[in-house]
């Protein structure tokens, strides 16, 4: 019904840059808020970024000045990019998009996750 689909991910660096991209794709009416959580071996889930569709953005604290979470709508894509990189940023990220999406009178409302992307900042 929706699919995310992730891209950008690697090895890089301490001080070093990435930029991840999530599109979505299938019977999309509108996407709501859209965002980035990541997932380090060991630790809970915890957001990153995420925007709203007016483009209102959210940070975890320990991203603030290094990250920065962008969409293009026309696209149903969602980026961020990681400049700044530190070993603690090591984690696999996950987009996440509420979508409203659904065929004729068949419409409904959800949470889809992309299938994550690994991310390893190491010397």
């Known amino acids: 019904q929706v699919q995310l689909v992730e891209s950008g991910g690697g090895s890089v660096q301490p001080g070093g840059s990435l930029r991840l991209s999530c599109a979505a794709s299938g019977s999309i009416v509108s996407i709501y808020t859209m965002g980035w959580y990541r997932q380090a071996p060991g630790k809970q889930r915890e957001l990153v970024a995420e925007?709203?569709?007016?483009?209102?953005?959210n940070y975890v604290d320990s991203v603030k000045g290094r990250f920065t979470i962008s969409r293009d709508n026309a696209k149903n894509t969602v980026y961020l990019q990681m400049n700044s990189l530190k070993p603690e940023d090591t984690a696999v990220y996950f987009c996440k998009a509420d979508v409203y999406s659904g065929l004729g009178v068949i419409r409904g409302r959800g949470n889809y996750w992309g299938q994550g992307t690994q991310v390893t900042v190491s010397s």
């Open positions: 925007i709203t569709s007016g483009a209102i953005t």
